[in-house]
């Protein structure tokens, strides 16, 4: 199958620095059926495996939509140039940023029509975002998460402390080595916020099919953060625990290709998406090779 790819920018009534994202789709008529990718913390739209994943949703018949919030960090050139404004970065930003780009998607900004249906799926903070999202916004048919928090607030009480002494608090980008920081407005968002962001909360309310995934490894966020968001969710979610995966499935960045793990999830991803925004039967996409 043939695809397109596009770059846009968002740039928020509100002044705020432009999202920018891509847009991948089949080639010919726009399809009916969009997927929105949320990144998370420390995380980017060309990080690892998600232009692979996009391409896979784009072949299957979805646009394909994914994005850096506007305060990932990311500069233009695609490195972490702007740690000014990660610094910035908070919970209910992201949250406003994916409403932000819902809009783009059915305003007819990104599409010359509006997609008859609309899936979300988001990658360790931003599912957790995704699911406060998803529960705020209608337009939202179909949700994945993968590794998501089901909490915000856990910080150490150093940190804490730092925040509420006006302080920045740094922490460590692993693969850059840089030292990223982040004001105390992260944590005064929270504080304002918690019953918006109460993600568990929002999850009890969700009333959309919705597919929970987790390594049983994973080292960044428990797996018991699966298991406390299927609890809460309703009779529509369905939870997948890869074993033997890590927060990332397995992959790295730079993409070195797929893993088992990574396989794994993605492929049951796909055939959510397909069972839940496509009118039709997707046995034959099921087949394709995926990422």
């Keep these: 199958?043939?695809?397109?790819?596009?770059?846009?920018?968002?740039?928020?009534k509100d002044g705020a620095p432009?999202?920018?994202?891509?847009?991948?789709?089949?080639?010919?008529?726009?399809?009916?059926?969009?997927?929105?990718i949320c990144h998370g913390f420390k995380g980017f739209k060309d990080w690892g495996f998600f232009p692979s994943l996009a391409t896979a949703i784009a072949r299957r018949g979805h646009a394909a939509v994914s994005f850096?919030?506007?305060?990932?960090?990311?500069?233009?050139?695609?490195e972490f140039s702007e740690l000014d404004r990660f610094a910035e970065h908070t919970h209910s930003r992201n949250?406003?940023?994916?409403?932000?780009?819902?809009?783009?998607?059915?305003g007819g900004v990104l599409f010359p029509r509006r997609p008859a249906r609309i899936g979300l799926l988001g990658h360790s903070r931003g599912g957790g975002e995704a699911v406060v999202a998803a529960d705020e916004d209608g337009r939202v048919d179909a949700l994945a998460t993968w590794a998501a928090i089901s909490a915000v607030g856990r910080a150490s009480e150093p940190d804490?402390?730092?925040?509420?002494?006006?302080?920045?608090v740094y922490v460590e980008n692993k693969r850059t080595g840089q030292r990223l920081p982040i004001a105390p407005t992260f944590w005064s968002d929270i504080v304002a916020n918690r019953e918006r962001l109460d993600i568990a909360r929002a999850a009890g309310r969700l009333r959309i099919p919705w597919l929970i995934a987790h390594g049983s490894?994973?080292?960044?966020?428990?797996?018991?953060?699966?298991?406390?968001?299927?609890?809460?969710?309703?009779?529509?979610?369905e939870l997948l625990l890869v074993d033997g995966a890590s927060h990332t499935f397995g992959a790295q960045h730079p993409y070195a290709g797929a893993t088992?793990?990574?396989?794994?999830?993605?492929?049951?991803?796909?055939?959510?998406?397909?069972?839940?925004?496509?009118?039709?039967?997707?046995d034959e996409r099921a087949r394709e090779p995926v990422l």
């Design 160 to 168: 804490i402390a730092a925040w509420e002494r006006g302080e920045l």
């Design 68 to 78: 850096n919030f506007s305060r990932s960090g990311l500069g233009p050139e695609g």
């Design 95 to 106: 949250v406003d940023e994916i409403r932000m780009v819902l809009d783009a998607v059915t």
């Design 18 to 36: 432009p999202i920018r994202g891509d847009l991948r789709a089949p080639a010919g008529p726009p399809p009916r059926t969009a997927v929105v």
């Design 217 to 237: 490894a994973d080292e960044t966020v428990p797996v018991s953060s699966a298991r406390e968001l299927f609890d809460a969710a309703g009779d529509q979610a």
């Design 260 to 282: 088992p793990e990574l396989r794994t999830v993605a492929d049951a991803t796909l055939a959510w998406f397909d069972r839940h925004l496509l009118p039709h039967s997707a």
């Design 1 to 12: 199958m043939s695809l397109v790819l596009a770059r846009w920018e968002i740039r928020p």
